[in-house]
């Protein structure tokens, strides 16, 4: 089924935009727009994590920032214990928790005194937590509408609890002053170019092992699954487990993103788990096209990048998204596979041509055409 | 005995609302297979209707009715000619446009509307209270239950006993063999869309002098009225009616006696176990397939 040629060429363009990423602030010296790219990254690194369970596999994840607040919580609950509180001194507790007359420090806080442990806990904890949802929902053969009704019912749920446990999460407020992410000394400062390495790194990094798992013989699998679940079944496999992998590693990219954005935005709330985000993360992937991962990835730079310029003016930004929902809805009808899909398509009808057609049509990108779409035609 | 009175009228009261709302909503998903994330716009929409009509025109909210039913009606006819007609093949897609369609109805209501609350007046004839066994309880909330159970038998009417019922179940139970039948589904189908949404339209209607109308008001209602579908069953009418006056009661008890974010919460950790264990719902005996 692979395709040598098509893979190496996929790789050289991601590798191509992983560096332009990478490059970004050796022509940028804007502390504020460098902020601003970095937090657009940690979508796109989102939009990455939801493609790879959607796009490949299937599952449409409507709770896909239920994982990604929880990464930015642990990250969050780690940064805020290495402060010093103005009411309590050095190792006292968080100011939200004095003001909420908490006189000890809750069990489930005290890890996180050690900065490895939040790291760890970023992604175990949404890693374990999907898992736990994916062996309850994938086990019972939970399929489709139901699931993705599922992962939104979860992610209210946990929601609703971080609002409503206030005097250990900060409810609405969220975790707010906290101190800045530290390795070995080194600080990285929200508005400065190691923020931005740090994420762009991540996000290069992530989606590679993204690519390497669509690559895999798991990843051929589970493109199965999503175009002939019964059929895999019938060959034997254990349709529950692959599921429940990739939804786990989806959650776990989540996570990570979810960590960074604490680290960008320097806070934690509880809208980093609500409805609209997840919302807005599904539209990215839509857009961009849900099954290549570096088309929902720059769809989340664009969707985000434009809403960004925009929020300038208020009128603007609610006409915006106005346009995106229309947007939005006419992806869905008419280019189920998104851009990506679209210059896939286009770059197929160049290459059918006669060799002397394709010199003069080098201008479109070609998407390369991915393995999945061989099995594609069946259902 | 007044308390355990006024504490089942306010159940009733919540699950005749429940019911208006869910009503379309199940009618929709039963016959069509659409779960429809625009409902609560329907509903929104509905409600604006009903300011709109009485800023501008003057006119009292229960002359108003017939024309919401229309406008929202068409409105969902529209949403049907122009998106979901598309997308019956790919029921993912539809939760996705439906999504969508729920967004740009709430923005264009925003930007024409303004995003402040509004207020609806009660109509003046049902604004007094009315004594059952000792309990006051308002005319208006009593008319809402009385019009609901009109709506819902009028539904059940059209779905038992009239050609169209008859060729709505029959699509529901297959649409592949009733259309070989000669059944124009997709005019069905069309039809129903815009039933159900002219019915949440009326529920958006008649809520509104009960809760200030906002452009997120339909968010909390679609949550509530699929929960009361996926308990009631796909395709049972009568298991929406019993689970809306379950759900109803419930909500109403839970609100009394704890606090509402744990209960929301619970209700959604419901939802989650029921559509694990039990997809078809508890009173439905068939499955859609």
Not at chain 2, 237 to 265: C, P, R
Request: charged residues 10%; hydrophobic residues 55%.
């Amino acid at each position: 089924m692979k395709v040598p040629g098509k893979t190496t060429s996929q790789i050289a363009i991601y590798a191509a935009v992983c560096i332009a990423i990478l490059l970004v602030p050796l022509v940028l010296d804007d502390a504020f727009l460098l902020n601003k790219y970095a937090r657009y990254l940690v979508f796109g690194m989102l939009a990455v994590s939801l493609s790879l369970s959607w796009g490949y596999a299937g599952i449409l994840n409507l709770g896909q920032a239920m994982t990604f607040g929880l990464g930015s919580y642990c990250m969050a609950m780690a940064l805020k214990l290495k402060t010093i509180p103005v009411h309590t001194g050095s190792d006292g507790l968080p100011d939200f928790m004095v003001w909420n007359n908490v006189t000890e420090l809750p069990w489930f806080w005290i890890p996180f005194h050690s900065l490895a442990f939040g790291v760890a806990a970023g992604i175990l904890v949404p890693v374990a937590l999907a898992a736990l949802l994916g062996w309850f929902v994938f086990k019972g053969r939970v399929t489709g509408v139901y699931a993705a009704i599922i992962t939104l019912a979860a992610m209210v749920v946990v929601q609703l609890l971080i609002i409503d446990q206030q005097r250990f999460t900060g409810g609405f407020n969220g975790i707010t002053d906290l101190a800045q992410f530290e390795v070995a000394g080194f600080a990285f400062d929200a508005y400065g170019s190691s923020s931005y390495y740090l994420v762009a790194g991540c996000l290069a990094v992530t989606l590679f092992l993204a690519l390497f798992i669509t690559k895999s013989k798991t990843g051929l699998i589970l493109q199965a699954i999503r175009d002939q679940e019964d059929r895999v079944r019938f060959f034997g496999y254990d349709v529950a487990l692959y599921k429940i992998f990739v939804f786990s590693v989806s959650a776990g990219i989540a996570g990570l993103a979810g960590m960074l954005y604490t680290i960008v935005m320097e806070f934690a709330s509880p809208t980093f788990l609500g409805v609209p985000l997840s919302l807005s993360v599904v539209i990215w992937v839509a857009v961009g096209g849900r099954q290549s991962l570096l088309g929902a990835m720059l769809g989340a730079l664009v969707v985000t990048g434009v809403q960004g310029a925009l929020s300038e003016s208020e009128t603007f930004l609610e006409t915006w998204t106005l346009v995106m929902g229309l947007l939005f809805v006419l992806v869905v009808l008419f280019l189920p596979k998104g851009l990506a899909g679209a210059f896939e398509k286009i770059a197929a009808r160049f290459e059918r041509t006669p060799p002397g057609a394709v010199a003069e049509s080098t201008a479109p990108r070609s998407e390369p055409i991915k393995s999945g779409r061989e099995i594609e035609g069946v259902s | 005995m007044e308390i355990f009175v006024s504490q089942i009228m306010t159940g009733l009261s919540i699950a005749s609302i429940l019911m208006l709302v869910a009503l379309g909503l199940a009618i929709i998903y039963g016959v069509t297979g659409v779960i429809n994330l625009a409902h609560g716009e329907f509903v929104m929409l509905g409600a604006y209707a009903a300011w709109f009509l009485q800023t501008q025109f003057g006119l009292s909210l229960l002359v108003s009715l017939v024309p919401i039913f229309i406008l929202v009606a068409l409105f969902g006819w529209l949403i049907e000619a122009l998106v979901i007609r598309h997308l019956y093949e790919r029921p993912l897609d539809t939760i996705l446009a439906t999504w969508g369609i729920g967004v740009m109805a709430q923005q264009a209501v925003r930007l024409i509307a303004g995003g402040e609350l509004r207020y609806v007046e009660m109509p003046p004839a049902l604004a007094t209270s009315v004594t059952i066994f000792g309990a006051s309880e308002s005319a208006y909330r009593l008319f809402i239950l009385f019009l609901a159970l009109a709506l819902f038998a009028l539904t059940w009417c059209i779905y038992r006993y009239t050609h169209f019922g008859l060729k709505l179940r029959a699509i529901a139970q297959n649409r592949s063999i009733a259309s070989s039948f000669g059944i124009n589904s997709g005019r069905i189908y069309r039809f129903t869309f815009a039933y159900g949404a002219g019915i949440a339209g009326l529920a958006g209607a008649l809520v509104s002098p009960l809760k200030s109308v906002s452009p997120e008001m339909g968010t909390t209602y679609v949550v509530d009225a699929f929960m009361v579908v996926v308990l009631g069953g796909v395709q049972s009418l009568m298991g929406t009616l019993a689970s809306s006056g379950i759900l109803g009661e419930l909500t109403g008890y839970i609100a009394f006696y704890s606090n509402d974010t744990i209960a929301k919460a619970l209700v959604l950790l419901a939802i989650v176990v029921l559509i694990r264990f039990r997809p078809q719902g508890l009173f439905a005996g068939r499955v859609r397939t």
